[in-house]
């Protein structure tokens, strides 16, 4: 258990780091200073008619400028206007779907059975995931997780497709399977009150407490079983059985079955942890986004400033 949950988070982590820092230097660059003579030299060559009566004032509905939306807010306070109704567009680290994270207070109706599955498979087949599940192969590959797979381009893409494996039955036995049949609400409201303490006990606690679709609290049947089913179905059909590898100094090397019980509750307990990690994650996320917005505005509005 230890060694997966170290090689995930590892990669989690170092793609985490490259998203952040990559928009991050997308968000600070400034815009290119509009031209003030072009509106300048019209103005001098249109000769204003004197015979011309003044327009009529435009009525208030007209002159109202569209409100437009307060980019220092987090997208997931959107209320609810993502792809899926009840659900968010947001982008945790501007890259990874987070699409069923909202506020703690808002105010929506229960995901359909139908809507509980598209929006797990928009999150789950989003384009960001494949280089996702890349650079986690990538890190197994080089740490030689589960060495049955071996090593070269063939062990690689057996860790992918396992990689892909894990994440997709897991995403719909949390997100959409066990939700459905016994319902429950998938998405995370985050609290944005209290201290950093509180507030990751609480983030922490949802692992174990979630709604139901009438607004309840309840055991999260969901989080835990779902998990625990996803690493039985994964762990006994596609990780390696017992099987002979080639090493350098041992070209009949015996690796035993990851197929075993322990390995089971091994891989429960990462998902668990990753999956703990990740909604501490969401729960900060919003505090991260509005910091970085207003920075990326101050920097912009400086560089304006100086360049008038």
């Given at each position: 258990?230890?060694?997966?949950?170290?090689v995930?988070?590892?990669?989690?982590?170092?793609?985490?780091?490259?998203?952040?820092?990559?928009?991050?230097?997308?968000?600070?660059?400034?815009?290119?200073?509009?031209?003030?003579?072009?509106?300048?030299?019209?103005?001098?060559?249109?000769?204003?008619?004197?015979?011309?009566?003044?327009?009529?004032?435009?009525?208030?509905?007209?002159q109202?400028?569209?409100?437009?939306?307060?980019?220092?807010?987090?997208?997931q306070?959107?209320?609810g206007?993502?792809?899926?109704?009840?659900?968010?567009?947001d982008?945790?680290?501007?890259?990874?779907p987070?699409?069923?994270?909202?506020?703690?207070?808002?105010?929506?109706?229960?995901?359909?059975?139908?809507?509980?599955?598209?929006?797990?498979?928009?999150?789950?087949?989003?384009?960001?995931?494949?280089p996702?599940?890349?650079?986690?192969?990538?890190?197994?590959?080089?740490?030689?997780?589960?060495?049955?797979?071996?090593?070269?381009?063939?062990?690689?893409?057996?860790?992918y497709?396992?990689?892909?494996?894990?994440?997709?039955?897991?995403?719909?036995?949390?997100?959409?399977?066990?939700?459905?049949?016994i319902?429950?609400?998938?998405?995370?409201?985050?609290?944005?009150?209290?201290?950093?303490?509180?507030?990751?006990?609480?983030?922490?606690?949802?692992?174990?407490?979630?709604?139901?679709?009438?607004?309840?609290?309840?055991?999260?049947?969901?989080?835990i079983?779902?998990?625990?089913t996803?690493?039985?179905?994964?762990?006994?059909?596609?990780?390696?059985k017992?099987?002979?590898?080639?090493?350098?100094?041992?070209p009949?090397?015996?690796?035993?079955?990851?197929?075993?019980?322990?390995?089971?509750?091994?891989?429960w307990?990462?998902?668990?942890?990753?999956?703990?990690?990740?909604?501490?994650?969401?729960?900060?996320?919003?505090?991260?986004?509005?910091?970085?917005?207003?920075?990326?505005?101050?920097k912009?509005?400086?560089?304006?400033?100086?360049?008038?």
């Amino acid at each position: 258990m230890s060694i997966q949950f170290v090689v995930k988070l590892t990669a989690c982590m170092a793609l985490a780091s490259a998203c952040s820092m990559v928009c991050a230097a997308q968000q600070t660059t400034p815009p290119p200073a509009s031209d003030s003579s072009a509106p300048t030299q019209q103005q001098n060559t249109t000769q204003p008619n004197s015979s011309a009566q003044p327009a009529p004032p435009k009525p208030a509905s007209a002159q109202t400028t569209p409100q437009q939306p307060d980019k220092g807010k987090p997208a997931q306070t959107d209320g609810g206007q993502g792809k899926v109704e009840g659900t968010s567009n947001d982008r945790l680290l501007y890259a990874l779907p987070n699409f069923l994270t909202l506020e703690k207070g808002a105010k929506l109706p229960p995901l359909t059975v139908k809507d509980k599955f598209k929006v797990v498979a928009l999150g789950t087949f989003d384009p960001v995931q494949y280089p996702w599940w890349a650079s986690i192969a990538a890190v197994g590959q080089a740490a030689n997780s589960e060495p049955g797979y071996g090593q070269g381009w063939l062990g690689y893409a057996k860790r992918y497709g396992a990689t892909a494996g894990d994440s997709t039955i897991e995403n719909f036995m949390v997100g959409a399977i066990f939700p459905s049949i016994i319902h429950q609400d998938p998405r995370f409201y985050y609290s944005e009150h209290g201290g950093f303490v509180r507030r990751t006990g609480y983030a922490i606690s949802r692992i174990f407490v979630t709604r139901t679709d009438s607004g309840h609290a309840e055991f999260n049947y969901s989080e835990i079983f779902g998990s625990a089913t996803a690493a039985a179905i994964s762990t006994y059909t596609y990780h390696p059985k017992s099987t002979y590898v080639r090493t350098p100094t041992n070209p009949h090397l015996f690796v035993p079955s990851d197929r075993t019980l322990t390995n089971t509750a091994n891989v429960w307990g990462t998902q668990v942890g990753l999956d703990t990690i990740t909604i501490v994650i969401k729960e900060f996320w919003p505090d991260i986004h509005h910091k970085l917005a207003h920075k990326s505005e101050a920097k912009t509005a400086a560089a304006a400033s100086s360049n008038p």
